[in-house]
């Protein structure tokens, strides 16, 4: 006992808190936006007063692919010079239907970047202030590639930004300037923002963690039998107070401090548990502490080992915000390593999910 109070560690239990933007096996996503689109290969030079918007419904098979239709207007517009040296302004609006393969490279992250490619048709109507030939409204094809980012704000909704190229199968994109046209195949490029609406979520996802196996919520774990569980298993000699229990000679644990759920951000019924660590400090201030991050199993080890890491830069930030002084401070993550309860049920877990001081004299 003499020894309790010149040697500390600190065990922080962290709670599952709010939603995150969660991968699902399977979804429907209704997008929509706007987009500025510009002439890329075609007779004339393109010029910059463009406009577009699109909608979309998607169809993700899996984590990885996806299926779009996407329909949309593009407004473009461009000069050309005629004979007489005088230059002309030319306009195409153009609508068009798109069919989509999307390939998603780490659909597990919340910026998680894309591929695609497709077959569209469109419908042009061109205004060059000549008679053009063909006639100015025509319907035609086109191939399309190009690459965007999805971010995950949350399990509904997703930013989307894209880049997309399209080449048409004739070149007569903005009109057939003269009866005779240089190019093969007129293209466009066309750059896009907008949103997806998610909807028809499947199963969550087994490969991306750290989704997997994810059940429960604040409310569903019992913090009030966690808590039992802990005093059940500690020597009623060695308690400190209300808040703080010693499990060996170099460490002693804080029942009831919760993070937000795959964050770092501490929850406001945490605040009183950890004053009583710094009271605890403040009464020793011959003692330095080393905070080592511990997560559950859930989430690869690469993610945990972060996570735990910045978890135990938020309570050195805490300690130092109520007085106590930086330099006898230092922080560590160790992840999902030595678990001191069973990963299987949802309280050994959240007893996993702790931060420990160990004492540096």
């Not at 989307?160 to 093969?184: A, D, K, M």
Request: aromatic share 10%; glycine share 10%.
């Amino acid at each position: 006992m003499k020894k309790l109070y010149t040697t500390l560690a600190l065990m922080l239990i962290i709670g599952i808190g709010v939603s995150q933007a969660q991968t699902v096996t399977d979804s429907w996503a209704f997008g929509f936006g706007l987009s500025y689109p510009r002439f890329s290969s075609v007779n004339i030079t393109g010029t910059n007063s463009n406009y577009g918007a699109y909608l979309s419904m998607q169809r993700n098979f899996s984590e990885y692919v996806g299926l779009r239709l996407k329909l949309g207007y593009s407004h473009l517009e461009g000069e050309w010079t005629d004979a007489a040296l005088a230059v002309n302004e030319e306009s195409t609006s153009l609508i068009t239907g798109d069919i989509d393969l999307l390939y998603y490279f780490v659909p597990c992250e919340r910026l998680s970047p894309y591929a695609f490619g497709g077959v569209g048709i469109n419908n042009k109507t061109i205004d060059n202030g000549q008679t053009v030939y063909p006639d100015d409204n025509k319907v035609g094809t086109h191939l399309s590639v190009g690459a965007g980012v999805e971010y995950k704000i949350n399990s509904n909704w997703n930013v989307v930004t894209e880049f997309g190229y399209h080449v048409t199968n004739n070149s007569e994109l903005e009109g057939t300037i003269v009866p005779t046209e240089v190019n093969g195949r007129d293209s466009y490029i066309a750059l896009s923002a907008g949103m997806n609406f998610i909807f028809g979520h499947g199963g969550k996802s087994e490969l991306c963690e750290p989704c997997k196996g994810i059940t429960s919520t604040t409310d569903s774990i019992d913090y009030a039998r966690i808590e039992d569980m802990i005093v059940r298993h500690i020597p009623k000699e060695v308690i400190v107070d209300n808040f703080i229990y010693a499990i060996s000679e170099d460490r002693l644990v804080l029942v009831g401090v919760k993070f937000a759920f795959d964050k770092s951000d501490l929850l406001p019924e945490s605040y009183p548990v950890l004053d009583q660590g710094v009271k605890l400090l403040k009464d020793h201030p011959d003692i330095d502490v080393e905070i080592e991050g511990y997560t559950d199993w859930i989430g690869s080890a690469e993610y945990n080992q972060t996570l735990s890491e910045e978890r135990s830069q938020t309570v050195k930030k805490y300690l130092v915000s109520k007085g106590i002084a930086e330099s006898r401070l230092t922080t560590i993550g160790y992840g999902k390593g030595n678990p001191i309860a069973s990963n299987e049920t949802d309280e050994g877990r959240a007893m996993n999910r702790r931060i420990v001081f160990r004492i540096i004299k």
